[in-house]
C-alpha cells in the first residue's frame, strides 16, 4: 500500500481495464483471495488512519465493494475493535465472493445494525464500502432513500472518512457524481480514498478531488499484470527539474531561452473596456517562467502604456517578427484579435492559443481550418480552454464536457491535431498519440481572475525553451497548480502574485 504522492507519476486506469485486470488476477488465484487482500488492507489503513478509534462503523452496499467492507470488519474485530455494520446486500443475491465475505464476518463476531452507533467522535471512524467502482454516472439512477441516508451518515459524521476504491455515487471514469448523489455539502472530517488495484481517473479531476481527500492505492499484488495506462497522473520531478534556469549552462545568454510574444489586450479606446491586464499577466508569466525575452503586442494602436515590470517589451503587432517567435495570444484580446489571427496561425511556429483567441475559432470555420493546418506545417500549437471555451469548440453544453473531462480533451486535440490544456480541478493535458496527464497540483486559490493567462504565459515560456508541446503544458499546469499550493492559505492569491511566484 502506498500514499499517492503528487511528486511522483502514477499511472490510471479506468473502470474498464480495471475490471479486466481483476478477470485476469483471479484466474490465477484461490477463490475469494482478491476480496480478503482488499479486506485486509483497507483494515490495515483503518488502523493506521483511526488507531484510537473507540468505534468503527462499515456501511456496506450489497455487491462486491461490500464484501471488501465485510472483510475488512471481520479483521477490525479480531483486532480488537469495537465494530459495526451497516450492510445492504442479502445472502441470497449478493455474489458468492461478498456472500463468503459475510459469512466469515457473522462467524467472526461482527456486531450488525440498521445505522450507525449514535456516539461516533472524532476519533473514531466510518467506512463507505457502498458501491466502489460499480456506478457509471451517465447511466446511474438515483439513490434510493436507504442509500441516500447512509450517504448522508458517512459525510456528515465527525468521525474520519474512508472509502473502499472509490467515494460511492462518483464515477471512476469521470469524476462527476451520478444524479442523487452528491453530497450537500462538504463532509466535515478528513477525507481518504483507498483504490483498489489500480489507480481511477476520476478519483483526480471534476468533483474527484474533493470526494477523495488524501488517496491511497494498494495494487493487491497484481500491479505486474496491469494493462496500459488511461492517463496519468503528474509528470516525473526529474523532468521538471530540467525544465529549470539552475541545469543551464554558463554560457548561457537570453537568447537561449527564447523570445515570446504576447498578442492581445484589447485597450480602452477600442471598445470601452480595457483588458490589458490580461496580456500583461500572460506576459509576466512568461518572464517569470523563463522566458529570455517577451514582447507584447496589445491590441489597441492608441494606447500607450508604461508596462508594469520594466523587462517587458511593447511592440506593434506589424513590428513583431512572428516567424522567430513563441507566441501566447488571446488574453483580452475581445473582438480585436480576430484581425491577427490569421497572421498568427499562419506565421507562428510555436503558439499558445487562449481565452478570446479560442473564441473567435470557435466561431469563425476559416480559422478553424488554419488552426487544424498548423500540424501539418510542423508548427506547434496548445490551447487552453476552460469549459465553457471548451464547450465552444466543440459545439456542445458545458455540462457534456464536464461531464467526462478526459473524453472532452481528447476531442479536442484530435479535432484541432494539437495539444489542448482543458482547465479546470485536475487539469487535463492532451494530445494526439500521447497519453493524457492529469495535473495532481493546484487548489481553489486558483479561482479568480487573470490566473488562466498566467498558465497561458508559462506555457509560452516552456515552448520558446524548446520543449515539445505536450511536455511544456503539463510542466506548465503542474508549476502553476504547484505555486497555488505553496500560497499561505490564509491569503487571498492574486494573478500577478501567482506569475511571481513562478520558475
Known amino acids: 500500500m502506498q500514499a499517492i504522492s503528487i511528486e511522483q507519476t502514477h499511472a490510471l486506469h479506468g473502470v474498464?481495464?480495471?475490471?479486466?485486470?481483476?478477470?485476469?488476477?483471479?484466474?490465477?488465484?484461490?477463490?475469494?483471495?482478491?476480496?480478503?487482500?482488499?479486506?485486509?488492507?483497507?483494515?490495515?489503513?483503518?488502523?493506521?488512519?483511526?488507531?484510537?478509534?473507540?468505534?468503527?462503523?462499515?456501511?456496506?452496499?450489497?455487491?462486491?465493494?461490500?464484501?471488501?467492507?465485510?472483510?475488512?470488519?471481520?479483521?477490525?474485530?479480531?483486532?480488537?475493535?469495537?465494530?459495526?455494520?451497516?450492510?445492504?446486500?442479502?445472502?441470497?443475491?449478493?455474489?458468492?465472493?461478498?456472500?463468503?465475505?459475510?459469512?466469515?464476518?457473522?462467524?467472526?463476531?461482527?456486531?450488525?445494525?440498521?445505522?450507525?452507533?449514535?456516539?461516533?467522535?472524532?476519533?473514531?471512524?466510518?467506512?463507505?464500502?457502498?458501491?466502489?467502482?460499480?456506478?457509471?454516472?451517465?447511466?446511474?439512477?438515483?439513490?434510493?432513500?436507504?442509500?441516500?441516508?447512509?450517504?448522508?451518515?458517512?459525510?456528515?459524521?465527525?468521525?474520519?472518512?474512508?472509502?473502499?476504491?472509490?467515494?460511492?455515487g462518483l464515477d471512476a471514469d469521470t469524476g462527476q457524481y451520478a444524479a442523487g448523489f452528491a453530497p450537500d455539502s462538504p463532509p466535515i472530517a478528513p477525507c481518504h480514498t483507498l483504490s483498489l488495484l489500480t489507480l481511477k481517473p476520476g478519483l483526480f479531476t471534476a468533483q474527484g478531488r474533493d470526494a477523495s481527500g488524501s488517496v491511497w492505492l494498494d495494487d493487491l499484488g497484481c500491479g505486474a499484470l496491469a494493462p496500459p495506462a488511461t492517463a496519468q497522473l503528474g509528470i516525473d520531478g526529474p523532468e521538471q527539474r530540467a525544465n529549470t534556469r539552475g541545469n543551464a549552462q554558463h554560457a548561457s545568454h537570453k537568447g537561449s531561452f527564447g523570445d515570446v510574444a504576447v498578442v492581445g489586450g484589447e485597450g480602452l479606446q477600442a471598445r470601452g473596456m480595457g483588458m490589458t491586464g490580461a496580456a500583461w499577466l500572460a506576459a509576466g508569466a512568461a518572464v517569470f517562467g523563463g522566458a529570455g525575452r517577451v514582447m507584447v503586442s496589445l491590441l489597441d494602436d492608441g494606447l500607450t502604456l508604461a508596462p508594469p515590470w520594466p523587462e517587458l517589451m511593447l511592440r506593434r503587432f506589424d513590428a513583431l517578427r512572428l516567424p522567430d517567435l513563441s507566441v501566447v495570444c488571446g488574453c483580452g484580446g475581445g473582438e480585436a484579435v480576430r484581425a491577427v489571427l490569421p497572421a498568427v496561425l499562419a506565421q507562428a511556429p510555436r503558439l499558445v492559443l487562449d481565452a478570446d483567441g479560442l473564441n473567435a475559432v470557435a466561431g469563425d470555420s476559416a480559422l478553424s481550418t488554419a488552426l487544424r493546418a498548423r500540424a501539418a506545417a510542423g508548427q506547434a500549437t496548445v490551447l487552453t480552454p476552460h469549459p465553457l471555451e471548451a464547450a465552444r469548440l466543440l459545439h456542445c453544453t458545458t455540462s457534456e464536457v464536464q461531464a467526462d473531462r478526459l473524453a472532452a480533451a481528447q476531442a479536442l486535440a484530435a479535432r484541432y491535431a494539437c495539444t489542448v490544456v482543458l482547465k479546470g480541478s485536475g487539469s487535463i493535458t492532451a494530445t494526439p498519440g500521447e497519453r493524457p496527464i492529469v495535473n495532481p497540483t493546484g487548489n481553489a486559490r486558483l479561482a479568480t481572475a487573470g490566473t488562466g493567462d498566467v498558465l497561458a504565459g508559462l506555457i509560452g515560456a516552456r515552448l520558446a525553451r524548446g520543449l515539445a508541446p505536450h511536455h511544456a503544458a503539463s510542466d506548465a499546469a503542474q508549476a502553476h497548480g504547484a505555486a497555488a499550493d505553496r500560497w499561505p492559505a490564509h491569503l487571498a492569491l492574486t494573478a500577478s502574485a501567482l506569475a511571481a511566484m513562478l520558475q
Open 16 to 168: 474498464a481495464a480495471t475490471r479486466a485486470l481483476e478477470t485476469t488476477a483471479a484466474i490465477g488465484l484461490p477463490a475469494h483471495c482478491l476480496m480478503q487482500r482488499a479486506g485486509a488492507s483497507t483494515a490495515s489503513l483503518a488502523l493506521a488512519l483511526a488507531p484510537h478509534a473507540r468505534r468503527i462503523w462499515i456501511a456496506c452496499g450489497s455487491g462486491n465493494n461490500g464484501g471488501d467492507g465485510l472483510e475488512a470488519a471481520a479483521r477490525l474485530h479480531q483486532a480488537g475493535r469495537s465494530v459495526t455494520v451497516t450492510w445492504l446486500g442479502h445472502p441470497d443475491s449478493t455474489p458468492a465472493d461478498a456472500r463468503a465475505a459475510w459469512q466469515r464476518a457473522l462467524a467472526a463476531g461482527v456486531v450488525f445494525a440498521p445505522g450507525p452507533p449514535t456516539d461516533l467522535g472524532p476519533r473514531d471512524l466510518c467506512i463507505d464500502a457502498l458501491l466502489g467502482i460499480g456506478l457509471r454516472a451517465a447511466s446511474a439512477r438515483a439513490p434510493a432513500p436507504a442509500l441516500r441516508a447512509l450517504l448522508d451518515h458517512l459525510r456528515n459524521s465527525p468521525a474520519t472518512l474512508l472509502a473502499v476504491d472509490m467515494p460511492s
